[in-house]
């Protein structure tokens, strides 16, 4: 009896052998990672299926002798992802196998990818190209997302709507979230602005197509454009037949007084964090642009991130300047996920109706209960507590990527560290770009060529997002990026 007693609680207790793993294997300063890759791998091949239990972080920190920090943040990370949840004395439960693309997916080929002039469908096949690490721009930290208070708020929500408000909506969006817009970029950005003036849309993205869509009814068939700049609102301008012409970014921002020379009626710049570069429109360039505002030129301000900002104070936005002569757009993208697909457009109330009646046109409006529960979350406070935690984050992981690019590319120039949600970085070698983004990631690392948002020729690089990746990986990333660089050159 005693013998079976003995044996139940072995079976019961897992022991040192759990699921074989060897911190051995795992990168320097990314124990964390590897093994929260190792357990979402055990539970999607059936090894931790679904209801059993994680052994407490504590016993498995001591027989694999790390950390107990190194266990508990991996059990978070799973938490986080939906793999796990805590059930407080039940201990920590997998709940659902990740999700894997089916292995009959065609993927694309890294070189083919980057084997010509890139297109929205590029972008849409570089998405799609699985890799190890993911560097695109653009993203936040994802696993950051506060699961809990967006439940929280979503039942406070509910228990509010009545039947009729499951009925179709303004397509101007929720007045209540519209009213939680214009109060949100009163206190962040410094914009006035009344709420009958905001118009949701479903991220920047529909914003601009929503705005080339009026500007070309009004007569307007070219936008200027930084060079570098967004090759994806570069797109999206052409898709609706306006010609985008390049005007040169310096340290200073746009250079207004080639903008003037353009003749371009209209410009689309990110003033208070340049994309790709990261450089900041100086007093002296806001004020050139303002005077060429004034004598009628249309400014489209896209202010996709400037709320993470780490080594500098906070710029005004344009619209807070000259209001009748700005289109202002926005989203909870860089604040909380992309997927969300919730934004906004503010414009001069000449050009309103018109957006208005594109919106209405394109899809009758938004989702109204996602945006409820935006308005729930900024109301709250929730949100700029979530922005203070995301700051926290992305400034130790850019941090760990310049520190990596020192230690690997000790030969790059980096540039836009003081914000945002990326780094660029450029070489003086000459190569082409494109391929070394194909080589990296043929590598299992994914990022995108600085040559695919210029329409001029110059220095090759690579844009770098470095929020969304743990510090184990983008260390790995740059010694990838390093050992392809030192072939090139």
Request: neutral net charge; hydrophobic residues 45%; glycine residues 10%.
């Given at each position: 009896m005693s013998r079976s007693k003995t044996g139940s609680s072995d079976r019961a207790k897992p022991g040192a052998d759990f699921l074989q793993l060897n911190f051995a294997d795992a990168p320097p300063g990314g124990l964390s990672d590897w093994l929260t890759g190792r357990l979402r791998q055990a539970i999607a091949d059936g090894l931790l299926p679904v209801g059993s239990r994680l052994p407490a972080s504590r016993v498995l920190a001591a027989e694999l002798r790390?950390?107990?920090?190194?266990?508990?943040?991996?059990?978070?990370?799973?938490?986080?992802?939906?793999?796990?949840?805590?059930?407080?004395?039940?201990?920590?439960?997998?709940?659902?196998?990740?999700?894997l693309a089916p292995a009959s997916t065609r993927k694309p080929l890294p070189r083919k990818v980057f084997s010509g002039p890139p297109s929205?469908?590029?972008?849409?096949?570089?998405?799609?190209?699985?890799?190890?690490?993911?560097?695109?721009?653009?993203?936040?930290?994802?696993?950051a997302f506060p699961r809990a208070a967006w439940l929280r708020a979503e039942r406070t929500v509910l228990d509010a709507l009545s039947p009729a408000d499951f009925g179709y909506g303004d397509p101007r969006g929720a007045p209540v979230f519209r009213r939680a817009v214009a109060n949100w970029l009163a206190r962040n950005r410094g914009i006035a602005v009344d709420?009958?003036?905001?118009?949701?849309?479903?991220?920047v993205a529909q914003g601009l197509v929503l705005l080339a869509q009026v500007l070309r009814a009004d007569g307007i068939g070219v936008v200027a454009v930084e060079d570098p700049g967004s090759f994806g609102a570069r797109q999206h301008l052409r898709q609706h037949h306006l010609e985008t012409t390049p005007v040169p970014v310096d340290s200073g921002g746009l250079?207004?007084?080639?903008?003037?020379?353009?003749?371009?009626?209209?410009v689309l710049l990110t003033p208070a964090h340049q994309f790709p570069t990261g450089v900041v429109l100086d007093g002296a360039r806001r004020r050139e642009l303002m005077a060429w505002a004034e004598e009628g030129g249309l400014v489209i301000e896209d202010d996709y991130d400037a709320e993470h900002r780490y080594d500098r104070p906070p710029v005004p936005a344009l619209r807070s300047l000259l209001p009748e002569q700005v289109c202002y757009t926005g989203s909870v993208s860089k604040l909380l996920a992309p997927?969300?697909?919730?934004?906004?457009?503010?414009?001069?109330?000449?050009?309103?109706?018109a957006v208005v009646n594109a919106k209405r046109d394109a899809d009758l409006g938004n989702a109204v209960l996602p945006q409820l529960v935006l308005a729930e979350l900024m109301d709250s406070g929730e949100l700029e507590r979530q922005l203070r935690l995301l700051r926290r984050r992305h400034r130790r992981r850019r941090d760990a990527?310049?520190?990596?690019?020192?230690?690997?590319?000790?030969?790059?120039?980096?540039?836009?560290?003081?914000?945002?949600?990326?780094?660029?970085?450029?070489?003086?070698?000459?190569?082409?770009?494109?391929?070394?983004?194909a080589a990296v990631l043929a590598r299992g690392v994914k990022v995108q060529p600085l040559s695919w948002h210029r329409q001029r020729s110059g220095q090759p690089g690579l844009v770098l997002g470095y929020a969304a990746s743990s510090a184990g990986e983008i260390a790995e990333a740059m010694a990838v990026i390093g050992d392809v660089v030192a072939g090139l050159t």
């Open positions: 790390v950390s107990r920090g190194v266990v508990t943040e991996a059990y978070q990370r799973l938490i986080e992802t939906g793999q796990a949840a805590g059930r407080g004395r039940a201990g920590t439960i997998v709940v659902a196998a990740p999700v929205l469908d590029t972008l849409d096949e570089l998405r799609a190209t699985p890799a190890r690490i993911d560097l695109s721009p653009g993203v936040p930290d994802l696993a709420p009958d003036d905001v118009v949701i849309v479903a991220g250079r207004v007084g080639e903008l003037r020379a353009s003749g371009a009626p209209a997927a969300l697909r919730v934004g906004w457009i503010v414009v001069p109330r000449r050009y309103r109706a990527m310049i520190d990596a690019i020192r230690t690997r590319l000790p030969g790059a120039q980096v540039h836009g560290a003081a914000a945002g949600l990326h780094l660029t970085i450029t070489f003086d070698h000459v190569f082409a770009d494109t391929e070394l983004a």
